[in-house]
């Protein structure tokens, strides 16, 4: 998942930017064996009624196949793959109820946030519950007190959209073991306007009834489904269809509007991605929030093996939307390489009530953070001296965390503290490790190979349905590469020794240097801001007593100023972060204007925009003697 985190840079002041990733994960069963299980009795079927909301809930009915033993478990996930964290879903569960095929009740018991003891099982014949969303309880308001990631999270909102991830409607038994591998019969009912967007393959040809079938319990949560009136484009690339479904709940976007920044990328990710991915289909689903209202705040994405789902603020302008697209999607587009494709025990097999976490977080979102920004330059979306940037910029991030905490170890605990704290060095330093060992692999086959040629091999020895050991992956990386990798592995990412990364960068001819970047409008070097915020107003404010930059002086911006819009846009606390985002996108000599309000006069200040350039400590290529090994290294 690929998560956005907005953070103060001073009390009440303005946003900062960065982003970080979370995953789903674990193997998938083909369509066509999917279908197969259409025809196997020992299966669960579960049924989702959208037509019949009541008090922001709905039902579910769950059919279980039959039981041998006199009492069961029923569970709603504690955590899912890939968003490592401890988020309760059972807590969105309400009248929790089983019966007998004569309709008696029988004895049940809740034994924890997510679990109900079933007596009687073997007479079992439904359970029924009704299911709240957690769109409209995040950030700790309502019954929920976890901060659910809202791309992993539920929205029901009768009659206009249904965010329905499986994972928060639909659980599982527990017998002697848990039966999750089992297939699973899944029934939506929805109202004739709304249409399902999603991987799965519907089988049912009402159009108020959709049937979906899913060969285990993570294919039925590894494939979302939302609910909306039809906004979809598709398209085709190298076979894999495309298919790109947008819930715009004022109408401000659209899937047509925003398909041509979605469609650029997906060419650019397949053309670099090669053989390696052989998916034929894919499903972007694109909530876009009304954060004015009690709706998703939790914005960023999070990945399935043949789908991603995404949540946005809807006041982003079309451009920063694009934009943000591009770096969001593809991050979980990578992970139909790693962790899908190539994955260990622990995901294969997720526990989804006593997670065992994998030591290999590195390669599942560092590998995927690195391929995120290295197609980007590979491909001609971003230029090399922006690709070094990148990097410099997850080097200082990861400076502010723990820089000897052994990765594995951080990644085998990462649910606990002090290793949860860390997490977000994954997206930091794990992409680094990505960046060292592509260096390793291209310097010792003289520019041939690179990582990911080493994904590829490692797809074709384990993929989709074929899990390695947790402790034999470092080996094995080492016998498809060279030593030099597997003592890397050993001494800086099992190991506490920080990485020396100028030695690393030096190897394709990149070295420190001063730079000269764009300042942001609204930052002094980078971190102080020029815009603060008056909390009782919500008003955005440029900070009195300080010199200006450019920017400000020729608008003729002056300190105290309230500032009540940019080009006919308002702003004001509640959407500083679309300013700072859309500022991102002004180029020198951009006609602007800007509302405000100064000594309770309003005016308006015309002018074209002046952006100011910082000099900052950053890497650049400089040895000519490897050119080549530079060259392999980005477009190779």
Same mark, same amino acid.
């Given at each position: 998942?690929?998560?956005?985190?907005?953070?103060?840079?001073?009390?009440?002041?303005?946003?900062?930017?960065?982003?970080?990733?979370?995953?789903?994960?674990?193997?998938?069963?083909?369509?066509?064996?999917?279908?197969? %299980?259409?025809?196997?009795?020992?299966?669960?079927?579960?049924?989702?009624?959208?037509?019949?909301?009541?008090?922001?809930?709905?039902?579910?009915?769950?059919?279980?196949?039959?039981?041998?033993?006199?009492?069961?478990?029923?569970?709603?996930?504690?955590?899912?793959?890939?968003?490592?964290?401890?988020?309760?879903?059972?807590?969105?569960?309400?009248?929790?109820?089983?019966?007998?095929?004569?309709?008696?009740?029988?004895?049940?018991?809740?034994?924890?946030?997510?679990?109900?003891?079933?007596?009687?099982?073997?007479?079992?014949?439904?359970?029924?519950?009704?299911?709240?969303?957690?769109?409209?309880?995040?950030?700790?308001?309502?019954?929920?007190?976890?901060?659910?990631?809202?791309?992993?999270?539920?929205?029901?909102?009768?009659?206009?959209?249904?965010?329905?991830?499986?994972?928060?409607?639909?659980?599982?038994?527990?017998?002697?073991?848990?039966?999750?591998?089992?297939?699973?019969?899944?029934?939506?009912?929805?109202?004739?306007?709304?249409?399902?967007?999603?991987?799965?393959?519907?089988?049912?040809?009402?159009?108020?009834?959709?049937?979906?079938?899913?060969?285990?319990?993570?294919?039925?949560?590894?494939?979302?489904?939302?609910?909306?009136?039809?906004?979809?484009?598709?398209?085709?690339?190298?076979?894999?269809?495309?298919?790109?479904?947008?819930?715009?709940?004022?109408?401000?976007?659209?899937?047509?509007?925003?398909?041509?920044?979605?469609?650029?990328?997906?060419?650019?990710?397949?053309?670099?991605?090669?053989?390696?991915?052989?998916?034929?289909?894919?499903?972007?689903?694109?909530?876009?929030?009304?954060?004015?209202?009690?709706?998703?705040?939790?914005?960023?994405?999070?990945?399935?093996?043949?789908?991603?789902?995404?949540?946005?603020?809807?006041?982003?302008?079309?451009?920063?939307?694009?934009?943000?697209?591009?770096?969001?999607?593809?991050?979980?587009?990578?992970?139909?390489?790693?962790?899908?494709?190539?994955?260990?025990?622990?995901?294969?097999?997720?526990?989804?009530?006593?997670?065992?976490?994998?030591?290999?977080?590195?390669?599942?979102?560092?590998?995927?953070?690195?391929?995120?920004?290295?197609?980007?330059?590979?491909?001609?979306?971003?230029?090399?001296?922006?690709?070094?940037?990148?990097?410099?910029?997850?080097?200082?991030?990861?400076?502010?965390?723990?820089?000897?905490?052994?990765?594995?170890?951080?990644?085998?605990?990462?649910?606990?503290?002090?290793?949860?704290?860390?997490?977000?060095?994954?997206?930091?330093?794990?992409?680094?490790?990505?960046?060292?060992?592509?260096?390793?692999?291209?310097?010792?086959?003289?520019?041939?190979?690179?990582?990911?040629?080493?994904?590829?091999?490692?797809?074709?020895?384990?993929?989709?349905?074929?899990?390695?050991?947790?402790?034999?992956?470092?080996?094995?990386?080492?016998?498809?590469?060279?030593?030099?990798?597997?003592?890397?592995?050993?001494?800086?990412?099992?190991?506490?020794?920080?990485?020396?990364?100028?030695?690393?960068?030096?190897?394709?001819?990149?070295?420190?240097?001063?730079?000269?970047?764009?300042?942001?409008?609204?930052?002094?070097?980078?971190?102080?801001?020029?815009?603060?915020?008056?909390?009782?107003?919500?008003?955005?404010?440029?900070?009195?007593?300080?010199?200006?930059?450019?920017?400000?002086?020729?608008?003729?911006?002056?300190?105290?100023?309230?500032?009540?819009?940019?080009?006919?846009?308002?702003?004001?606390?509640?959407?500083?972060?679309?300013?700072?985002?859309?500022?991102?996108?002004?180029? %020198?000599?951009?006609?602007?204007?800007?509302?405000?309000?100064?000594?309770?006069?309003?005016?308006?200040?015309?002018?074209?925009?002046?952006?100011?350039?910082?000099?900052?400590?950053?890497?650049?290529?400089?040895?000519?003697?490897?050119?080549?090994?530079?060259?392999?290294?980005?477009?190779?």
């Amino acid at each position: 998942m690929k998560k956005l985190i907005l953070s103060a840079i001073l009390a009440l002041s303005v946003f900062s930017y960065t982003a970080s990733a979370q995953k789903k994960t674990s193997p998938k069963l083909p369509v066509k064996e999917q279908v197969k %299980t259409n025809v196997n009795l020992n299966q669960v079927d579960a049924v989702i009624d959208l037509n019949k909301v009541k008090d922001d809930k709905v039902s579910v009915t769950i059919t279980p196949p039959k039981f041998t033993t006199n009492e069961i478990v029923f569970h709603i996930p504690k955590t899912v793959p890939g968003t490592y964290s401890t988020d309760n879903y059972g807590k969105l569960v309400d009248d929790f109820k089983a019966f007998d095929k004569n309709g008696k009740e029988l004895a049940t018991s809740k034994t924890d946030d997510n679990s109900w003891k079933i007596s009687n099982a073997k007479s079992l014949s439904k359970v029924t519950y009704m299911v709240n969303d957690t769109y409209d309880s995040e950030a700790g308001k309502g019954f929920m007190k976890e901060d659910i990631f809202s791309p992993a999270g539920t929205n029901i909102l009768e009659g206009k959209n249904f965010m329905v991830n499986n994972h928060g409607f639909v659980g599982y038994f527990e017998d002697k073991t848990q039966l999750t591998e089992i297939p699973y019969k899944l029934t939506i009912l929805h109202p004739k306007d709304l249409h399902g967007a999603t991987s799965l393959v519907d089988i049912n040809k009402s159009d108020t009834e959709d049937t979906f079938l899913a060969g285990r319990y993570f294919d039925l949560t590894d494939n979302p489904i939302m609910y909306s009136k039809a906004d979809i484009q598709t398209f085709t690339v190298d076979g894999m269809e495309i298919v790109f479904s947008v819930y715009s709940p004022n109408g401000i976007h659209s899937a047509k509007e925003l398909l041509p920044d979605l469609e650029k990328t997906m060419r650019a990710q397949k053309a670099f991605l090669g053989s390696i991915n052989t998916n034929k289909r894919y499903t972007v689903l694109l909530y876009l929030s009304d954060v004015g209202k009690n709706d998703a705040k939790g914005f960023g994405a999070l990945e399935h093996h043949t789908s991603t789902t995404v949540v946005f603020p809807e006041s982003m302008d079309t451009e920063a939307l694009g934009e943000q697209l591009k770096d969001v999607v593809s991050h979980e587009f990578f992970h139909t390489v790693t962790p899908l494709s190539i994955h260990s025990k622990e995901i294969q097999y997720f526990d989804y009530s006593n997670p065992k976490m994998s030591k290999h977080l590195w390669m599942y979102e560092g590998v995927t953070e690195y391929f995120a920004n290295l197609f980007q330059v590979n491909q001609g979306l971003i230029t090399a001296d922006e690709f070094y940037q990148r990097m410099d910029g997850k080097i200082n991030n990861s400076l502010t965390l723990n820089d000897t905490m052994p990765f594995t170890e951080m990644s085998a605990n990462v649910l606990v503290a002090p290793y949860k704290d860390q997490y977000l060095n994954v997206y930091e330093k794990g992409a680094l490790i990505g960046m060292c060992i592509d260096i390793i692999i291209r310097e010792k086959s003289n520019g041939e190979r690179g990582i990911l040629d080493l994904m590829k091999k490692l797809s074709n020895e384990y993929g989709v349905n074929k899990a390695f050991d947790d402790d034999e992956l470092f080996d094995k990386i080492t016998a498809l590469t060279y030593p030099e990798v597997g003592a890397f592995l050993n001494t800086y990412v099992s190991g506490n020794t920080p990485i020396p990364y100028d030695t690393y960068f030096a190897k394709v001819g990149v070295t420190k240097a001063k730079i000269k970047v764009p300042a942001n409008p609204f930052l002094k070097d980078q971190k102080i801001p020029f815009i603060t915020v008056n909390p009782t107003t919500k008003e955005i404010v440029v900070v009195p007593g300080v010199e200006l930059n450019s920017f400000m002086n020729t608008l003729g911006l002056k300190g105290g100023d309230i500032i009540t819009s940019f080009n006919d846009k308002p702003y004001n606390l509640d959407n500083i972060y679309d300013l700072i985002m859309v500022s991102q996108g002004w180029k %020198t000599d951009d006609a602007i204007s800007v509302k405000i309000k100064r000594k309770g006069s309003e005016q308006t200040l015309n002018g074209k925009v002046k952006i100011d350039f910082d000099e900052v400590e950053g890497y650049m290529f400089s040895d000519e003697s490897k050119t080549k090994l530079n060259n392999s290294w980005l477009k190779g």
